[in-house]
């Protein structure tokens, strides 16, 4: 009983994170279910049939408060589905232990532009309201939607930063259509485990309290992303980039960095995205006329203004 609460639990925190701040629902999930023994297939399988109902519970939440781009959605989430089965269905014959840590350090690259750009000068607005095009959202969702399969996890680490670092769309929008398209890559992993894996390895009761967990959490973390300040949000989710994968690195057989080293490099991280956190407040607060939800909104309006015909 003791297990299935803190499943529950992670599941709520898990989903509150993921909501917010557009990625950590597989990865957390998986790595507490692969330290009680789970193998990594069964540990993906049970995260994804849960996925399916908090994606949704996150989609509806998400559209209800107007954080969804939905030709983004349709533009990344038939790929990812494509890629999510197919990481899925070959899952016990592939490894991922090398390209883990390339995936990383790209994405770390990403992450430190993202926790700069926001942080220093707030979100990028030259390129704001212009279309995200489907050469490039398409390989971005078949890679995302194979890392996600395979990995437990990368849905969101991967689709996020490179959809925020384009400076096409807004923070909530983007975290908004990447939690709303990981519906359709969830069914679309979940199927290519029961064709790869069967169910006789699959605690459904595990599925169960993680998703009633990230259900209940779901619309608490749309409310959130619909009224933090987009500065705010880059920089909350550049620094998670940031630890996230360098966590990946420091465990990696490239590295393999024994554990005193891993927590010092932890606690700087944590330190240096506190401040500049605080400092991307701050900056907010004194500008705050343009720093608004509402102001960033305004700006995304102005490219369909000026091509509407008077």
């Known amino acids: 009983m003791r297990a299935l609460i803190l499943l529950g639990l992670v599941g709520f925190v898990a989903q509150l994170v993921d909501g917010s701040l557009g990625m950590a629902y597989g990865v957390t999930s998986t790595t507490l279910l692969l330290a009680v023994g789970t193998n990594a297939a069964a540990a993906s399988a049970t995260v994804h049939l849960a996925e399916i109902g908090t994606t949704l519970a996150s989609g509806i939440s998400h559209w209800r408060f107007g954080n969804i781009d939905w030709k983004v959605v349709a533009r990344i989430g038939v790929p990812g589905a494509i890629g ?62 194979f890392v996600d399969a395979t990995g437990g996890g990368g849905w969101g680490p991967v689709g996020t930063p490179a959809i925020l670092a384009s400076g096409r769309l807004a923070p909530r929008k983007v975290i908004g259509s990447i939690d709303a398209s990981e519906f359709i890559v969830a069914i679309a992993a979940s199927i290519g485990f029961f064709v790869g894996i069967g169910s006789e390895n699959i605690n459904f009761s595990w599925v169960a309290v993680l998703l009633v967990g990230g259900v209940i959490a779901a619309p608490i973390a749309a409310w959130l992303v619909r009224h933090i300040p987009p500065r705010i949000l880059g920089s909350a989710v550049g620094g998670l980039i940031i630890l996230t994968n360098v966590r990946t690195l420091l465990r990696s057989d490239w590295i393999d960095a024994p554990g005193n080293v891993q927590t010092v490099a932890y606690l700087a991280i944590a330190v240096l995205w506190a401040a500049a956190l605080a400092y991307s407040i701050r900056e907010y607060r004194r500008d705050k006329a343009n720093e608004t939800v509402e102001a960033v909104e305004a700006d995304l309006r102005k490219p369909e203004e000026e091509t509407t015909p008077a």
């Open 84 to 145: 999510a089965f197919a990481g899925a269905t070959f899952l016990s014959n592939l490894s991922t232990e090398v390209a883990a840590p390339v995936m990383s350090i790209i994405l770390l690259s990403l992450g430190v532009y993202i926790l700069v750009r926001f942080t220093a000068f707030g979100l990028p607005r030259g390129n704001l309201g212009k279309p995200l095009r489907r050469r490039f959202l398409g390989p971005l969702g078949l890679v995302a939607g």
